[in-house]
C-alpha cells in the first residue's frame, strides 16, 4: 500500500509539473507545419500531422462494474489513444474511455476528434508538396480502426489493389508504424502495462498520462538510453525486408479491433 501511494504521488506530481496535458499538443499552423515537415523529411509522406493509434490499457475492474469494461479479447481495459509525431513522441493523449466501447468509435469520446471535425485544430490549408504538382491536405494517418475522412487517411481495403494504392499503402504503413513503435517502446520501458493495473479508476487516469508524459521527457532527454536504435524498425531496401523495433508483447496494449467499414 505504501509502494502504491508513493507511486500515486510522484505521478501526481510527474502530472502536474506538465500542467495536466503529458503532451505538447500543436496550436497554430506553423505547429503543425514543423510536425508535416519532419514526416516528409524522415518518411517521405508528405503534410501528414501524426500517426494515430489506440491501445487497451488492461485494469482489474471496480467491483459490481459488470461488464462494463469488458472488451473483445475477453479482458477489463481502459483506452489510451494517442498521436504521435515523426519523432516517436505523444503530441496528444487521452485516457480513459471504457473498453466495451466499439473500437472504431473510440476516437469520438475525444476532445481530439471533436476539435478535428469542427475544424478548430488550426490545421493549414492544402498545400503543394515539392515534387507533387497538385495541392495536398493536411491529415492524420491511422490503420482500418479508424473512419476515413479528408483529414484522416487509412490504407484500402486488401481486396482489388492496383499498382498505386499498392504504393500508397506502404508509404501509409512504413509512416503509421512510428506510433506502434512508440507504443513499444512505452510498453517496455513501463512494466505496469504488462498486467492488469489494480488500482481506483481516477489513479490509473494519473500514471498512465505520468508514464507518457515521463516516455516524452526521456525521448527528449536521454534518448539514446531510453530508446536506443535497437527499439525502432528498420528497412533494408535491397532485399525488401523490414526489421521491427519494439512493439507492445501479447497481453500487453491490445490493438484496438478493426473496423470493416
Known amino acids: 500500500m505504501e509502494r502504491e501511494l508513493l507511486s500515486l504521488h510522484t505521478s501526481g506530481k510527474i502530472v502536474s509539473v506538465f500542467k495536466d496535458e503529458p503532451c505538447t499538443f500543436p496550436k497554430t499552423e506553423n505547429d503543425w507545419k514543423a510536425i508535416a515537415r519532419e514526416f516528409e523529411d524522415k518518411w517521405n509522406?508528405?503534410?501528414?500531422?501524426?500517426?494515430?493509434?489506440?491501445?487497451?490499457?488492461?485494469?482489474?475492474?471496480?467491483?459490481?462494474s459488470g461488464s462494463y469494461f469488458y472488451n473483445y479479447k475477453c479482458s477489463h481495459s481502459?483506452?489510451?489513444?494517442?498521436v504521435v509525431n515523426a519523432n516517436y513522441k505523444f503530441i496528444y493523449c487521452h485516457f480513459g474511455t471504457n473498453g466495451r466501447v466499439s473500437d472504431g468509435g473510440v476516437i469520438e469520446y475525444t476532445t481530439f476528434y471533436d476539435k478535428l471535425k469542427d475544424g478548430t485544430l488550426r490545421i493549414p490549408l492544402a498545400s503543394e508538396p515539392k515534387n507533387s504538382g497538385r495541392l495536398l491536405p493536411y491529415v492524420f494517418i491511422g490503420d482500418e480502426a479508424f473512419?476515413?475522412?479528408?483529414?484522416?487517411?487509412?490504407?484500402f481495403s486488401q481486396k482489388q489493389l492496383n499498382s498505386e494504392?499498392?504504393?500508397?499503402?506502404?508509404?501509409?504503413?512504413?509512416c503509421r508504424r512510428?506510433?506502434?513503435?512508440?507504443?513499444?517502446?512505452?510498453?517496455?520501458?513501463?512494466?505496469?502495462?504488462?498486467?492488469?493495473?489494480?488500482?481506483?479508476?481516477?489513479n490509473i487516469d494519473k500514471v498512465v498520462l505520468a508514464c507518457c508524459a515521463l516516455h516524452n521527457f526521456l525521448r527528449e532527454s536521454s534518448s539514446d538510453y531510453y530508446s536506443p536504435p535497437t527499439s525502432f524498425d528498420s528497412e533494408d531496401i535491397e532485399r525488401g525486408e523490414i526489421q521491427l523495433g519494439l512493439r507492445p508483447e501479447p497481453n500487453t496494449l491490445v490493438n484496438l479491433q478493426s473496423s470493416h467499414n
Do not use: W
Request: hydrophobic share 50%; glycine share 4%.
Open 45 to 64: 509522406f508528405p503534410n501528414c500531422l501524426g500517426a494515430v493509434d489506440g491501445k487497451h490499457v488492461q485494469i482489474v475492474p471496480p467491483h459490481n
Open 78 to 82: 481502459l483506452v489510451l489513444l494517442a
Open 147 to 155: 473512419a476515413l475522412r479528408e483529414d484522416f487517411l487509412k490504407p
Open 165 to 174: 494504392k499498392r504504393i500508397f499503402n506502404y508509404r501509409l504503413s512504413r
Open 178 to 202: 512510428i506510433v506502434e513503435n512508440a507504443f513499444g517502446i512505452l510498453a517496455a520501458r513501463f512494466r505496469l502495462f504488462h498486467t492488469a493495473i489494480n488500482m481506483k479508476l481516477e
